[in-house]
């Protein structure tokens, strides 16, 4: 399996909802990635987990909650977003976090509408 | 933090035709260029990567060459075909602040239009 998986794929939400994006990888990749992606824009890095451990938070609102239950799973809580929160959530994870430079490999992302 | 910047923001070629992308970072410490190609509405995807121990790489049509002096790499895709527009984003990965984390630094993207 050489895939990152993310669901859902798609999904709206009310600001005073809650939700999560779930994010997989059986890849035995210990750094995992959370980015928000606007229309025609680069990725913003959110979170880093390395070893399941967040090890970056890129002063990311407390609306975003994320977790690393294990190693191959990630997930992104979300509570009382804002209408421009809305953005694709891309996960992403590589080998090892460290400095030598690894490949990042992309899910698919999920397309996140706040109304 | 590093600062990456990417030209030309936009790119139209005729099929057939080569294309290139240029990326300027300014951290000394960067150590990792990879470039990704995202279609619409698709995930970025890792088309080429070089390190700062290369100075160029190659893999079919594409190639990316680095120069470490000038702190500029680039993408250089030859005999271009429609399938090869896309959004290309170059990236620079350095440590984060003193730690061993890495992180990747990406560029505004370049929008690429291949003409049949």
């Known amino acids: 399996d050489t895939e990152v998986t993310q669901t859902p794929k798609h999904l709206v939400m009310g600001m005073t909802n809650k939700k999560s994006l779930k994010c997989e990888q059986h890849?035995?990749?210990?750094?995992m990635y959370w980015y928000k992606q606007k229309a025609k824009k680069p990725p913003e890095l959110m979170f880093v987990?390395?070893?399941?451990?967040?090890?970056i938070n890129e002063s990311v609102p407390s609306r975003f909650s994320p977790e690393c239950p294990n190693s191959s799973l990630l997930n992104l809580h979300l509570h009382a977003l804002q209408p421009e929160d809305s953005a694709l959530y891309l996960c992403?994870?590589?080998?090892?976090?460290?400095?030598?430079?690894?490949?990042?490999?992309f899910g698919q992302g999920t397309r996140l509408t706040v109304v | 933090g590093e600062n990456v910047e990417q030209h030309p923001s936009t790119l139209s070629v005729q099929e057939g035709d080569s294309a290139v992308i240029k990326c300027t970072y300014s951290?000394?410490?960067?150590?990792?260029f990879p470039w990704y190609k995202q279609e619409l509405g698709k995930r970025p995807q890792l088309i080429i990567d070089?390190?700062?121990?290369?100075g160029e790489k190659k893999d079919q049509r594409i190639a990316v060459t680095l120069n470490k002096t000038a702190k500029h790499f680039s993408l250089h895709i030859t005999e271009t075909q429609p399938e090869d527009s896309a959004v290309y984003f170059c990236?620079?990965?350095?440590?984060?602040?003193?730690?061993?984390?890495?992180?990747?630094?990406f560029g505004r993207g370049t929008q690429l239009t291949v003409w049949p």
């Open positions: 951290d000394s410490a960067s150590n990792y």
């Open positions: 990236a620079a990965s350095i440590p984060h602040r003193g730690s061993t984390l890495g992180r990747l630094y």
């Open positions: 987990y390395s070893y399941e451990k967040l090890s």
């Open positions: 070089i390190r700062s121990n290369v």
């Open positions: 890849m035995g990749h210990r750094a």
């Open positions: 992403a994870s590589s080998p090892l976090p460290h400095s030598q430079g690894t490949e990042a490999f």
